[in-house]
């Protein structure tokens, strides 16, 4: 049930891009992007309802392949700020909702 | 937007004792509330799904009987977590869904829960 992430970690110097990707088993019908800081909530970063849709949030932009059954996070010119785990999550048919299993990026100076 | 308050943040019990933890919606109905438990440099993972006044909906694994899940208004969800062990210890956020399988989801702060 739960989609599956790729890199599990990754490590940035401030400035330059990432790429987190979210693959799933079963259909995905929509992709959700959050970023959590430690001890913290989840902060929703965007969703993607469509395949091909692709959608920005300052420099953070992802896209949704519904065909593969994947999504994927761009972060681009990095910032310190960036730091975090980041999880995509979709619901699934019974109204549940599951997390991907996180992409932890530090991003360092 | 919109606001999902959880308490209690932090909590320390004795093995044994029972736990509850509430999750309130503010400012928006919920039709929806999410329970997910996160161990330490671990995804959060769905517990049970629980929709306004009818009873929750677990996930395998999760003990029904250990963690109660409440749903009574469609603006306060509550977890009790009974007869707590150490290995109970853990982090634990709701969140919750104005609409049913669909739309952003917001969450509480989250409860630390430390079990001696």
């Known amino acids: 049930q739960q989609p599956v992430q790729s890199p599990q970690a990754v490590i940035l110097r401030e400035g330059e891009d990432a790429v987190i990707n979210c693959s799933s088993s079963?259909?995905?019908?929509?992709v959700h992007w959050y970023r959590q800081k430690h001890g913290e909530a989840p902060v929703f970063l965007m969703i993607?309802?469509?395949?091909?849709e692709q959608k920005g949030h300052e420099k953070i932009s992802a896209s949704f392949n519904e065909k593969k059954q994947q999504s994927s996070l761009y972060l681009t010119a990095s910032q310190l700020s960036y730091s975090g785990t980041y999880f995509c999550g979709t619901f699934r048919t019974g109204n549940q909702f599951y997390f991907g299993t996180g992409t932890s990026l530090t991003v360092i100076p | 937007g919109a606001v999902v308050s959880q308490h209690p943040s932090r909590v320390i019990c004795k093995s044994g004792t029972s736990v509850k933890i509430e999750c309130r919606s503010l400012d928006f109905q919920a039709t929806t509330m999410f329970w997910y438990r996160q161990f330490p440099k671990q995804s959060l993972m769905l517990m049970a799904t629980?929709?306004?006044?009818?009873?929750?909906?677990?996930e395998q694994g999760v003990e029904k009987d250990k963690f109660l899940i409440n749903h009574a208004s469609l603006t306060l969800s509550t977890l009790t977590v009974t007869s707590a062990h150490p290995e109970d210890s853990s982090f634990y956020i709701c969140s919750a869904s104005p609409a049913m399988g669909a739309g952003e989801l917001f969450f509480g702060e989250g409860s630390r829960l430390t079990v001696l």
């Open positions: 079963k259909a995905l019908y929509s």
């Open positions: 993607l309802l469509k395949g091909g």
């Open positions: 629980s929709n306004e006044g009818s009873k929750a909906t677990y």
